[in-house]
C-alpha cells in the first residue's frame, strides 16, 4: 500500500459510495461533520468520463472534500486505465473499481457486482489502472453473486485480484442476487455475513480488508475494527449525519469539526451561498441536511419548511436560515476525544 496517500491515512472510516447521495454538496456538507473519514463519490462510469460533456459535471468537487476517492464503474481496462489516469489528474486522492453494483443497467454493461464471475477481467482491469496512476486503485465487491460458493468463490476472486497488485478491498458483506431481486432488495434481503469477512482477514493478514453493511454506529464500528482493518457505512451516515460528528473523536482520537448540528449548518452557509452563486438551486443542496435534526425539537419542521420552499425559482439563505430557526437542539457535553479503537 502506498503509505504517502491522504486516503490510507483516512481509510479507518469511509461513507459508502452511493448513487444520487454522494454528490458534491452532500460531500461538502460532510466535511462539516468530520475531517478523517475518506469521502466516496457516487459511482461514475468510464463513459461519462470519456464522452460526457462538460467533465466538471462527473468528476467536479471542492477542496474541502480531500481525502476523496472516485469511484469507478467500467470493466475494459484500457478505459479504466484512462479514466484513473483523468481522475489523479483532477486531484483524487484514491480510485475504486465498483465490483458491487447490482442493478440490471450496470450488468448489462458489464460494471459491478456480475464482476465478480470474471475475477481475471477485474484483474487485468487492477494491472492497467496501477500501471496509469500513483494514487491507490482500490475494489469495492460482495462476498459473492447468485449460486456462488461464499467460501471457494470469494477466496478465488480475491486471490486472483490481489494477486494482480490489488491491497485494499473493501467488501459488502451480504452477496447480491443478480437475478430475482431489485438493486434496493439487494441492500436489504440477502443475509449479512460479518464472520465471512472477518475470516477474509485472517486469511489475507497483508491485505487491507475493509467491511460495508448494516452497520449503523461507532460503537458497531469499533466492534468491527477488532476483525478487520476499516469500516464504511453507507446509508446510516447519510439518512444520520450527525452519526459523522463523532467519527474524529472516537475512531481518530481527534476533535472534531463541529460540536453541534447548529455549528455544522452554520459552517455550511459559505458553501451553500458559492454554490447558489454558480447557479445550483438551494433544494438540491439542503437535501442532503434532511437528516440532520433528527431527534430534536423542531426537526420535523425544518425539513417540512425546506422540502416545502427551497425548491422555489430564486430562493437563497433565507429559507435556510428561516428552517434553523424552528430547531431547537437539546444541550450536549463535547464530544469527547477517545484513542482509536485500532489503527
Known amino acids: 500500500m502506498k503509505k504517502e496517500s491522504p486516503a490510507n491515512a483516512a481509510r479507518l472510516f469511509s461513507v459508502a459510495p452511493m448513487m444520487d447521495w454522494t454528490t458534491r454538496d452532500y460531500r461538502a456538507f460532510a466535511r462539516t461533520l468530520t475531517k478523517r473519514a475518506l469521502l466516496y463519490t457516487e459511482m461514475v462510469t468510464t463513459g461519462a468520463i470519456l464522452h460526457g460533456s462538460p467533465r466538471e459535471r462527473f468528476l467536479g468537487f471542492s477542496e474541502v472534500e480531500h481525502p476523496i476517492a472516485l469511484q469507478l464503474g467500467g470493466s475494459d481496462a484500457g478505459e479504466l486505465a484512462e479514466c484513473a489516469a483523468i481522475a489523479e489528474a483532477w486531484g483524487y486522492d484514491e480510485v475504486n473499481l465498483n465490483v458491487g453494483c447490482p442493478s440490471d443497467r450496470v450488468q448489462n454493461n458489464m460494471i459491478g457486482a456480475c464482476l465478480m464471475g470474471h475475477p481475471e477481467k477485474v484483474a487485468e482491469a487492477i494491472r492497467a489502472m496501477q500501471a496509469a496512476v500513483s494514487i491507490p486503485v482500490t475494489v469495492k465487491c460482495r462476498i459473492g453473486i447468485d449460486d456462488q460458493d461464499e467460501d471457494a468463490d470469494l477466496a478465488r476472486f480475491i486471490n486472483i485480484v490481489a494477486d494482480a497488485g490489488c491491497e485494499v478491498f473493501t467488501v459488502h458483506a451480504r452477496k447480491a442476487w443478480l437475478q430475482g431481486l431489485s438493486p ?12 465471512r469477512v472477518h475470516r477474509l482477514k485472517q486469511h489475507h493478514p497483508e491485505l487491507h480488508i475493509g467491511i460495508n453493511g448494516g452497520i449503523k454506529t461507532l460503537d458497531e464500528c469499533q466492534a468491527q475494527l477488532m476483525h478487520v482493518d476499516s469500516v464504511m457505512v453507507g446509508r446510516e451516515a447519510y439518512q444520520n449525519p450527525w452519526l459523522l460528528a463523532g467519527v474524529d473523536a472516537q475512531l481518530f482520537g481527534e476533535p472534531g469539526p463541529a460540536q453541534t448540528r447548529l455549528e455544522a449548518a452554520m459552517a455550511f452557509r459559505p458553501y451553500i451561498q458559492q454554490r447558489l452563486d ?23 419542521r425544518f425539513r417540512r419548511h425546506l422540502s416545502e420552499h427551497a425548491h422555489k425559482e430564486g430562493v437563497g439563505l433565507r429559507v435556510y436560515d428561516e428552517a434553523l430557526s424552528l430547531v431547537r437542539e437539546p444541550s450536549t457535553e463535547p464530544l469527547e476525544v477517545e484513542q482509536p479503537a485500532t489503527l
Not at 434496493?184 to 464472520?195: A, C, F, H
Request: a positive charge; glycine letters at 14%; charged letters at 20%.
Open 184 to 195: 434496493k432488495q439487494n441492500r436489504d434481503v440477502p443475509p449479512l455475513n460479518y464472520p
Open 278 to 300: 454558480e447557479g445550483a438551486k438551494l433544494n438540491h443542496i439542503t437535501r442532503h441536511l434532511l437528516g440532520l435534526f433528527q431527534g430534536c425539537s423542531g426537526g420535523r
